[in-house]
C-alpha cells in the first residue's frame, strides 16, 4: 500500500514537472538532486513560493489570492501539513535516530577504552609481555600486534 502511495506521488510530481519545464531546466543547470526537489514538493505542495527559487512565476490569480491573506496565516500552515508524507517523514527519523544511536555506541566505545586506559597501562608496566601474545584478550577493538 505504501509502495502504491509513492508510486502515485511520483506520478504526480512527474505531471508537475511537465507542468513546469522552467524547474526541469533549473535543476539541470544547477545540479541539484532530484532527491531534494521531490522532496520540495512533498512538504511544501506545488503552490508554494518555494518554487520561485527553481524559476516558476507564480499566476496572477495566486499573487491577488495572496495578497488578500496576511504574510503568515494558519490557513497555509495547515495546507503544508496536510502535503506533508508522515510515513516517510516517520522513516527518515527513525534512520537519522538508528544513525545516532550508532554514532553514540561508537563515542562509548572509546571512552570504555579511554577509561580503561590508566588501568593497561599500569597492567602493562607490571606485565610488558601481555600484549605480545596473540592468545591475550585485547580490549582495544582496533588491536594490531606488530610484525
Known amino acids: 500500500m ?15 514537472l511537465r507542468n513546469h519545464p522552467e524547474i ?6 544547477n545540479d541539484i538532486k532530484w532527491r531534494d526537489v521531490f522532496d520540495d514538493w512533498v512538504i511544501f505542495g506545488e503552490s508554494h513560493e518555494v518554487w520561485e527559487k527553481y524559476g516558476l512565476k507564480e499566476k496572477s490569480s495566486e499573487d491577488d489570492d495572496e495578497k488578500s491573506h496576511p504574510a503568515f496565516s494558519f490557513h497555509k500552515v495547515l495546507k503544508v501539513v496536510d502535503n506533508i508524507d508522515t ?14 544511536t550508532g554514532i553514540q555506541s561508537f563515542i562509548g566505545q572509546f571512552r570504555q577504552n579511554s577509561d580503561q586506559d590508566p588501568q593497561n597501562s599500569t597492567n602493562n ?17 582496533f588491536f594490531f600486534r606488530r610484525d
Open 24 to 29: 526541469v531546466a533549473y535543476v539541470h543547470k
Open 125 to 141: 608496566q607490571e606485565q610488558p609481555n601481555q600484549t605480545e601474545h596473540p592468545s591475550a584478550p585485547a580490549q582495544n577493538p
Open 2 to 16: 505504501a509502495e502504491e502511495k509513492t508510486n502515485a506521488a511520483i506520478g504526480r510530481f512527474k505531471t508537475f
Open 87 to 100: 510515513k516517510q517523514w516517520q522513516e527518515r527519523l527513525e534512520t537519522i535516530s538508528g544513525a545516532i
